[in-house]
């Protein structure tokens, strides 16, 4: 482990409204407590970095690796019409990206989800579906560890 991981702390605003699933090498995974959209992102556990350009070359290529991984996994698991996969950190600096499971039928079709609607909290039972449908797949490829449930 560097001295960059022992240093990384998840930013306080992607606690609040995120709950964690698992972690690949290089990211944790987390799921937007916004029941909208199925809304995944992986924030690199990397101290002091809001940008990919600021990660070595190295992590870059497991990140885009990991992203590329869990948007491909997502679009079957959810049947997505279209995955939205995107680094912003406007409103947070860590470095985090975003990936959003999109259906024609989804709150803000076809336009961004940010604003759109108030966020939905997901249920005890719609999170545990979440988890198992992630678990059947994700886990038996030994690319991702996934937090048990609470």
Request: proline share 7%; glycine share 4%.
């Amino acid at each position: 482990m560097d001295e960059l991981e022992l240093e990384f702390e998840l930013h306080p605003q992607l606690v609040n409204d995120c709950i964690v699933l698992g972690e690949f090498p290089l990211s944790t995974l987390l799921l937007a407590n916004d029941s909208n959209y199925p809304w995944f992102i992986l924030v690199p556990r990397r101290a002091e970095v809001s940008e990919i350009y600021h990660l070595s070359e190295e992590d870059q290529r497991q990140l885009m690796h990991e992203s590329s991984f869990l948007a491909e996994n997502l679009a079957d698991i959810f049947a997505a019409k279209k995955m939205n996969v995107a680094t912003l950190g406007n409103m947070v600096p860590q470095l985090h990206l975003h990936h959003v499971v999109r259906q024609e039928d989804d709150a803000a079709w076809p336009g961004p989800i940010w604003g759109k609607v108030p966020a939905v909290p997901y249920t005890d039972a719609a999170l545990h579906d979440i988890r198992h449908k992630l678990e059947t797949l994700l886990s038996h490829s030994g690319e991702i560890e996934l937090e048990p449930e609470s």
